[in-house]
């Protein structure tokens, strides 16, 4: 799905402008219906505003076969998939479609609607734009491609870091290369790839470094599709910008460069080796240890998840304790009861607030991991789509443990010493994991701990030796 279907924020009146809208932006009509838009289809709109895209792409899927006209710089018709059949003909009644970023900026609204014939999903529309994007990671560096001083000029397209090996090749380059534009993908963070600020950074050093002579560092809206989409939109994008000569460090090109990248990004997202990164520049890899540093320093998040009575509350407290005790890392224990008044206390126990209750459990953690730290919690997280939210959340900042606390649902409820396991069988508590509400095992648990007859100090130990054999922590007191 490229788009999410989302409660809409308070509008104003009919007739006034939104948000206190400045006067080169254009108001809308406060009734359309509207929607958020993923990171894929974000960045495919700001490239169909610009012109980029072929006429009648769907945002945010791989890119159709019509790539052989040049890039006019006027938007053309572009397709949406929506959550439902009912928005899709709330938007066609409506004649129009509010198109929002993550802050609920309002973007494009989407006009002369048309639906796909054969899907009761899908509408085609013309695009127009209502504000600028405020909150990319871009900012003032976005490429303008309207801006005719860039056109016209030599192109490096930089989507990786430069290897060693690249170096020479580039400096042949640079001596012919007047002005160059740089362009760095501006993308969500991941582990395929270097975050957009440091490929900034890294630009701006490897402007210096080979001698590209009055050149300029921008961004522009790039999400991954698929290998020929990503390579039919970049090579748009330069005919956009009239490119007299395209230069491109990929993760395909130069291919014996590429692969050097590859296998120095498989051991930095490793973290656990000693040495150098094999291929990388000492200046670029201070850069990338900045954004993935070893593991022994790395922001990380370890989910205990598992039955009511399996323990796992009791051993996130422990592993808890041990580690503050032990090591120099920072450790914050996100105990449930404490979420539950501090974080999620308008919540109730319906499987829609417990699948919130885990996300915002996820958030925090993956903000104490993004600053360094050990984020330790045990939500019971039955259900495997939100566990897996919350894996992607932490690991764009940091590591992601899970432990399934796999202890029997039989021993659960020999060790339940309030009855909830007796009064969910009697129909009293509804939604009761395990009795009235499915758990879905975890098919990729990291570890498995079955805590029945084993004690407190040994159940604790297993999960401080994975994290000691993983590199998170040093064996002894560090």
């Given at each position: ?293 070893r593991r022994s320093a790395r922001g990380l998040a370890l989910m205990f998840s598992g039955l009511s009575g399996s323990g796992k509350s ?165």
């Amino acid at each position: 799905m490229s788009l999410v279907e989302h409660e809409r924020p308070p509008q104003p009146e009919a007739g006034t402008r939104p948000d206190a809208a400045p006067s080169d932006e254009v108001v809308w009509d406060p009734e359309l219906p509207d929607l958020v838009l993923d990171a894929t289809a974000l960045a495919d709109l700001m490239l169909g505003l610009a012109g980029v895209l072929p006429h009648g792409q769907v945002l945010g899927a791989p890119l159709c076969e019509a790539t052989l006209e040049s890039p006019q710089g006027e938007p053309r018709p572009v397709g949406v998939l929506l959550p439902s059949a009912a928005l899709a003909k709330q938007a066609l009644a409506a004649g129009g479609l509010v198109l929002r970023d993550e802050e609920h900026t309002p973007l494009a609204a989407l006009e002369h609607l048309q639906k796909v014939p054969g899907s009761g999903q899908a509408l085609h529309g013309i695009p127009r734009r209502l504000r600028a994007r405020e909150g990319g990671v871009g900012g003032q560096r976005t490429v303008d491609f309207d801006d005719v001083s860039l056109h016209h000029r030599p192109l490096l397209l930089l989507e990786r870091p430069a290897m060693v090996d690249d170096l020479a090749p580039l400096l042949a380059w640079a001596a012919g290369a007047t002005a160059p534009v740089v362009l760095v993908p501006e993308h969500s963070d991941g582990r395929a790839w270097v975050p957009t600020r440091q490929l900034v950074r890294l630009a701006t050093d490897l402007v210096d470094e080979v001698g590209l002579r009055h050149a300029e560092v921008r961004t522009v809206p790039l999400e991954p599709h698929d290998p020929r989409s990503d390579s039919a939109l970049l090579e748009r994008i330069a005919r956009r910008l009239d490119a007299t000569e395209v230069y491109s460090l990929s993760d395909t090109a130069p291919a014996g460069t590429a692969e050097q990248w590859e296998h120095a990004r498989l051991a930095l997202v490793d973290g656990r080796g000693g040495g150098p990164l094999p291929g990388v520049p000492p200046r670029t890899e201070a850069v990338l240890r900045a954004w993935l540093p070893r593991r022994s320093a790395r922001g990380l998040a370890l989910m205990f998840s598992g039955l009511s009575g399996s323990g796992k509350s009791t051993l996130a407290r422990d592993v808890a304790a041990w580690v503050s005790a032990n090591s120099t890392r920072t450790v914050t224990l996100l105990d449930g009861d404490r979420v539950r008044q501090m974080l999620s206390s308008g919540l109730g126990f319906d499987p829609a607030s417990r699948e919130l209750n885990v996300r915002r459990i996820g958030y925090v953690a993956a903000e104490i991991a993004r600053h360094g730290g050990i984020a330790i919690c045990s939500p019971i997280a039955p259900f495997a789509t939100t566990r897996e939210e919350v894996r992607h959340m932490v690991e764009q900042a940091g590591d992601f443990i899970l432990v399934h606390v796999c202890t029997p649902i039989e021993e659960c409820e020999r060790r339940d010493l309030k009855g909830l396991y007796a009064r969910a069988r009697l129909g009293q508590i509804p939604d009761f994991t395990g009795v009235s509400s499915p758990y879905d095992v975890p098919a990729d648990a990291d570890l498995r701990v079955d805590t029945t007859g084993v004690s407190r100090e040994r159940a604790a130990q297993l999960v401080i030796d994975h994290l000691v054999e993983g590199g998170w922590l040093q064996g002894g007191a560090e």
